[in-house]
Nanobody, 116 residues
Framework: QVQLVESGGGLVQPGGSLRLSCAAS????????MGWYRQAPGKERELVAS???????NYADSVKGRFTISRDNAKNTVYLQMNSLRPEDTAVYYC??????????WGLGTQVTVSS
């Protein structure tokens, strides 16, 4: 079983930055594809960024050039560096891991609020 714990959310002004972290328990982190999702009030959960076991990344159009996903397999951690934040980035951000055998793991989420 894999447990994911997010941290790093908070309140930031427009144009500011935050770095989210997601720490994974267990010994299979290096073979998990990892992603960050977000869900704003009244909206569906959406994929923000993902990273494969080999380090290939993918981003939603709305965050390209502003967000960067990375992973440190030695620390069992995936990161989301968020720059130039906008009010529309306000959401609960969730960490996701998926295994080669199609198991999906989710964290409980961390709130990001962008407001002046």
């Amino acid at each position: 079983q894999v447990q994911l714990v997010e941290s790093g959310g908070g309140l930031v002004q427009p144009g500011g930055s935050l770095r989210l972290s997601c720490a994974a328990s267990g010994s299979i982190f290096s073979i998990l594809g990892m992603g960050w999702y977000r869900q704003a009030p009244g909206k569906e959960r959406e994929l923000v960024a993902s990273i494969t076991t080999g380090g290939s990344t993918n981003y939603a159009d709305s965050v390209k050039g502003r967000f960067t996903i990375s992973r440190d397999n030695a620390k069992n951690t995936v990161y989301l560096q968020m720059n130039s934040l906008r009010p529309e980035d306000t959401a609960v951000y969730y960490c996701n891991g998926h295994s080669p055998w199609s198991n999906n793991y989710w964290g409980l989420g961390t709130q990001v609020t962008v407001s002046s």
